[in-house]
């Protein structure tokens, strides 16, 4: 197999490329099975060599299994980017494919990143987020220094839906979810019955509670956490879906409790740190840049929190799990089907719900005996969540949709 991947960046800093990180080094590459990568960025990947011209992989260099062809790039807005890459990865591969010979047998985008994909890992269908935040996206509820930004978003969506109602529906098209409400949500909106649940996974040797441990001191200091600091945890890049506003909004209920707030990741901070700054939370809720070393956030909590208003699974939660933390989770997060309330976790049935928040995090700062047990039991639970398993289940995955492509029966038929 000649096998195409195209994603435009690659790192360990965010869910999605990270999932594609983890399967890509542990695919069986070598021998008849070529990996092809065509990204604009790549990072966190040291098994990729630059690709040129008519060269193959060296055999003197061990452990380089794969070849990057970088897709060019224009500054603008993102929705400006996007058009071009979604273009731009298309007519490099045709050009390697006419000119260079090199023909890929299977095409595979973790998302929507071009129009002739055979396989699809679908990790968020727009069509259900748009729905949930376009309330959040009208003009007269914004100040009008954010209506360009607003607009761009708007259009933004507004074309990947378009794109989502034209290839989803493509049943030519292997799909697979990263969870069953995603796969629920396919079958609402395109009516597909046959996409594949293949869950995230989690490194659970590097993310441990004894490695958690080792660095729980250093961590805290870092992070200007006291021994009596009650430390919550969120992490991720879009705040307001994540629930953030929700989460700050419930927090000043527990004025009485020692906690502090850690929220990591990248967005706009003006609208939070308002809310912040009015609810008399300054001293209590630190932002950090996100990195690849996300041990060291989980080493200086006591908790995960992650209200998410629409997730379609929820990698940080599984993560926190794997080291021990006692996690609050969304019902609306992809990753609460491996959680069951009260035992390995808790589930807010309403993450808009600021008393539900509330509630949750006092049980658990009030409770250290709950902490301890919900941590034990997620430990447990992340321990079947494997990259593993979830690499050999998209490997079997792909090797199907090949088979299918060539016209052959599936296997064991």
């Known amino acids: 197999m000649h096998l195409a991947v195209i994603s435009p960046f690659l790192d360990r800093a965010h869910g999605t490329e990270r999932n594609l990180i983890e399967q890509l080094e542990r695919f069986p590459v070598g021998g008849e099975m070529e990996l092809h990568i065509y990204a604009q960025r790549l990072q966190d990947l040291s098994m990729a060599l630059p690709y040129r011209a008519g060269k193959q992989l060296p055999a003197a260099q061990p452990g380089k299994k794969a070849l990057w062809h970088r897709v060019p790039t224009i500054p603008g807005p993102h929705l400006l980017q996007y058009i071009f890459w979604f273009h731009a990865n298309r007519i490099c591969r045709w050009w390697d494919a006419k000119y260079r010979n090199l023909k890929c047998e299977l095409t595979y985008s973790p998302g929507i990143n071009a129009s002739d994909a055979d396989c699809?890992?679908?990790?968020?269908?727009?069509?259900?987020f748009h729905r949930l935040v376009i309330s959040e996206l009208s003009f007269r509820r914004n100040p009008v220094a954010h209506w360009p930004r607003l607009l761009h978003r708007r259009l933004y969506y507004r074309l990947i839906m378009v794109l989502e109602k034209t290839i989803y529906a493509n049943t030519e098209v292997a799909l697979a979810a990263v969870s069953s409400l995603v796969a629920e949500?396919?079958?609402?909106?395109?009516?597909r019955t046959d996409v594949r649940v293949i869950r995230h996974g989690v490194d659970a040797e590097r993310l441990s509670p004894s490695r958690k441990l080792a660095r729980r001191a250093s961590a805290r200091q870092e992070f200007g956490l006291r021994a009596e600091d009650f430390a919550l945890l969120l992490i991720g890049n879009d705040w307001k879906v994540k629930g953030l506003d929700g989460l700050l909004c419930a927090l000043p209920a527990l004025h009485d409790l020692p906690w502090k707030l850690l929220v990591v990741g990248n967005d706009?901070?003006?609208?939070y740190q308002r809310i912040i700054r009015d609810s008399g939370l300054s001293d209590r809720v630190s932002f950090l840049a996100?990195?690849?070393?996300?041990?060291q956030?989980?080493?200086?909590a006591d908790a995960y929190v992650g209200p998410s208003l629409q997730d379609s699974y929820?990698?940080?939660?599984?993560?926190?799990?794997s080291c021990g933390l006692p996690v609050i989770s969304s019902s609306r997060a992809g990753v609460s089907e491996i959680i069951e309330n009260g035992v390995n976790g808790l589930i807010l049935c309403d993450p808009s719900n600021t008393h539900e928040i509330s509630f949750a995090i006092r049980s658990l700062i009030s409770n250290p005996d709950l902490c301890l047990k919900l941590g034990a039991q997620a430990r447990q639970t992340a321990l079947k969540e494997t990259w593993d398993r979830n690499a050999q289940a998209t490997w079997d995955w792909l090797n199907e949709a090949l088979r299918r492509k060539r016209g052959l029966p599936p296997v064991g038929s």
Request: aromatic share 14%.
């Open 185 to 191: 949500q396919m079958d609402r909106y395109f009516e």
């Open 314 to 321: 929820g990698l940080p939660v599984v993560e926190a799990m």
């Open 120 to 128: 699809i890992a679908v990790h968020m269908v727009f069509h259900e």
């Open 268 to 271: 706009v901070r003006g609208p």
């Open 290 to 295: 996100t990195s690849p070393d996300v041990l």
């Open 297 to 300: 956030f989980y080493a200086a």
